[in-house]
């Protein structure tokens, strides 16, 4: 066994609504124990889906996949011994008992002894921090302390494989912090431990990854370290302007010759629109600033940016991550 | 799955079911399925009898007391049936935990158990109620002398009988389950149409005698009504049916019925599992 998992040309269509879905691609890719992985992509991307795939939730319409060298398909049984899943957004436990009893409740249905059961929700609480809350009801919590506690529900198993579908998705700024740092912490101290997490947040797989899969419209686009996905994109200018006017269009770019892609960003609390845009050449910029100041906005500011993750998207799309959307925040 | 394994998962299951139960926000809920539920069918049994009465010209005791240990016992069906019908919805979207029950290896199945043991305690608790309660309307409040011997109950052979019954409707159940995860919506009239097709050809009431040729049929085909030949026999004796034939005949239903439910849960999983309906919220 070479790869703690591995997806070979995983196809997955969906009946849809009115015609068939196909919400991933010849999806082939490979994670080794111990690392970090991370599946990046906007809304739709088809990210779920994979994980679903992995984790016996779902099965592949073509293709396979192996977790642990055993088929998700055919031998899931063995895959659900060696895994566990966390789902940002959902709050899986009854919401009348209180946090430790809904640990306790999972605990049994993984066959744990009492007395280990015991000593490994009370670590798990210790670690995560919330156990002041131990005995206040689920229902009660706040989202940030929910998702603690299904973070904690999906270490119970000591998996040997995690998977994590957005583990932040709508947290606060701290929590989402203290979460992050906390699985990277859990995959060293495990020695072993190896996550598969899905994100759309930018920063949230280049903080923690040790590799990234960039996934769009169900295919992976680029699989490298981020730092070296990043590198890629050093012969290119990115360039950030700030203009005023929620309303600005830069879509003018579209004809544009050297522009590799582009992404705004509008704020109606500010009134203001960031636009950040890839070029071959720096010099193709001041065309793009003459072409502005015909449209009579005000500049803010421009600059020259260093390449993220988001970069790469655009890169390899042409497009920002959140286009499409009449207002969005930075990630 | 290691066999303590099994028993934590049944025991958990059995405690979340209480739980979940206790703390019902709508007591209307409750009496309906506790109380108002094996009170009506109690009273159904009394207008019957008294129907058949008027109409015959006959008071026939026994005749009171076939229907009242029928009608009574068939409170374990609709209990269990009820509870692991409703169950698989409630986990899916609400609780959002049944896709996690799923992934913790081997203890789906064992979780339903649990749950529908939960369904067995309410019959229970159902069951000695309306046998309290129709011996104090219909023996002491209408003078109805039912003739059963409250010390000459043969225990053995009502626990034995009792205990496969419930595992037959368990296994009826595990349809249910089956159906209900392929649905997006609850199914609820599923377990009262069930329910009905069970308490009309069982011989929860009316005799299988009295059916027409295919209905007997059909009748003898149900382990239901071997069931409920069991459970009277075990409370009034000479109710004139070979008890050993009755049992061998409720083994034996049970058995494909098992067999057929836990099949047809399987393929059920299979084709949830393909279509992504495990952990299914909205509708796409
Ligand atoms: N059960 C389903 N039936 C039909 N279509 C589906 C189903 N599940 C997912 N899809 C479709 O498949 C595509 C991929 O969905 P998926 O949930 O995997 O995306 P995602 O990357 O997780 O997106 P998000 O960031 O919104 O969670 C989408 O177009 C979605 O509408
Ligand atoms: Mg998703």
């Known amino acids: 066994m070479s790869h703690i998992v591995e997806t070979c040309d995983i196809v997955r269509v969906f009946k849809g609504h009115d015609k068939p879905v196909k919400a991933l691609d010849k999806v082939s890719i490979y994670i080794d124990e111990g690392e970090i992985f991370g599946l990046l992509g906007p809304n739709g991307a088809g990210k779920t889906t994979l994980i679903k795939i992995l984790t016996t939730l779902l099965l592949p ?17 063995k895959v659900r011994q060696m895994i566990s899943l966390v789902s940002g957004g ?44 131990a005995k206040t009801r689920m229902s009660k919590l706040s989202t940030g302390y929910k998702q603690r506690l299904n973070l904690a529900r999906g270490l119970l198993n000591n998996p040997k494989v995690l998977f ?25 101290r495990e020695k072993e431990g190896t996550v598969l997490l899905t994100t759309h947040y930018m920063a949230e797989a280049d903080e923690m990854c040790d590799r990234v899969a960039i996934i769009d419209r169900g295919r992976i686009l680029a ?18 302007v700030e203009v ?22 509008r704020s109606i ?11 071959t050449e720096e010099k193709i910029f001041s065309k793009i600033m003459l072409k502005l100041k015909e449209q009579n906005l005000k500049i803010l500011s421009a600059n020259e940016v260093e390449p993220t993750l988001e970069d790469v998207y655009i890169s390899l799309v042409g497009r920002g991550f959140e286009e499409g959307e009449k207002t969005t925040h930075e990630t | 799955m290691a066999i303590t394994a099994v028993l934590r998962t049944i025991k958990q299951a059995v405690w979340i079911g209480w739980k979940v139960e206790t703390n019902w926000a709508d007591p209307l809920v409750f009496a309906i399925y506790y109380l108002i539920r094996p009170i009506a069918g109690l ?36 209990q269990i049936m009820i509870m692991m019908s409703m169950l698989i919805h409630e986990d899916r979207a609400h609780y959002e935990v049944l896709k996690h029950i799923y992934l913790t290896p081997g203890s789906l199945q064992w979780y339903i158990v649990g749950r529908a043991l939960n369904g067995v305690m309410n019959a229970s608790v159902s ?65 009262e149409y069930i329910g009905g097709i069970l308490y009309l050809f069982g011989g929860v009431v009316f005799l299988p005698e009295l059916l027409p040729w295919w209905g007997q049929h059909f009748s003898n085909a149900l382990p239901i009504t071997y069931f409920l030949r069991i459970m009277r026999f075990s409370f009034l004796h000479n109710t004139g049916f070979d008890v050993h034939v009755n049992l061998v005949y409720l083994a034996a239903t049970t058995v494909i019925t098992v067999i057929v439910g836990l099949a047809f849960f399987r393929v059920a999983m299979f084709k949830a599992r393909r279509d992504g309906l495990i952990d299914k919220k909205e509708e796409y």
Request: some cysteine; hydrophobic content about 50%.
């Open chain 2, 127 to 191: 069951l000695v109620l309306t046998l309290g309660l129709g011996v104090l309307i219909f023996q002491f409040g209408m003078g109805i002398p039912i003739p059963l011997n409250w010390l000459g109950i043969d225990l053995g052979l009502l626990a034995v009988g009792l205990l496969v019954g419930i595992v037959c409707f368990m296994a009826i159940g595990f349809i249910l389950c089956g159906i209900n995860i392929m649905t997006s919506k609850v199914q609820f009239m599923l377990p």
């Open chain 1, 164 to 188: 994590l579908d957005e583990p932040t998705l709508g947290l606060d700024v701290l929590t989402s912090k203290k979460l992050r740092a906390y699985i990277v912490d859990w995959a060293k």
């Open chain 1, 244 to 265: 005023s006017s929620v309303q600005a269009d830069f879509s003018f770019v579209d004809d544009m010759k050297g522009v590799i892609g582009y992404s705004q960003t």
């Open chain 2, 43 to 78: 009273l159904i049994v009394g207008f019957i009898f008294l129907i058949g009465s008027f109409v015959s010209g006959i008071v026939d005791p026994g005749l009171f007391a076939f229907l009242f240990i029928g009608n009574n016992f068939f409170i374990y069906v609709t």
């Open chain 1, 90 to 133: 959902e709050t899986p436990g009854y919401g009348i008992l209180s946090a430790s009893e809904n640990l306790w409740f999972f605990s049994q249905l993984y066959g744990l002894s009492s007395s280990s059961a015991k000593a490994r929700i009370k670590q798990l609480m210790t670690d995560l921090e919330f156990d002041e809350y």
């Open chain 1, 223 to 240: 699989c490298d370290s981020p730092l070296r996905l990043k590198q890629k994109l050093e012969d290119n200018f990115i360039m950030k």
């Open chain 1, 269 to 279: 609390q500010t009134d203001t629109t960031s636009f950040k845009v890839m070029l």
């Open chain 1, 61 to 77: 319409t073509k293709g396979e996949a192996y977790v642990g060298g055993f088929s998700v398909s055919k031998e899931a049984h």
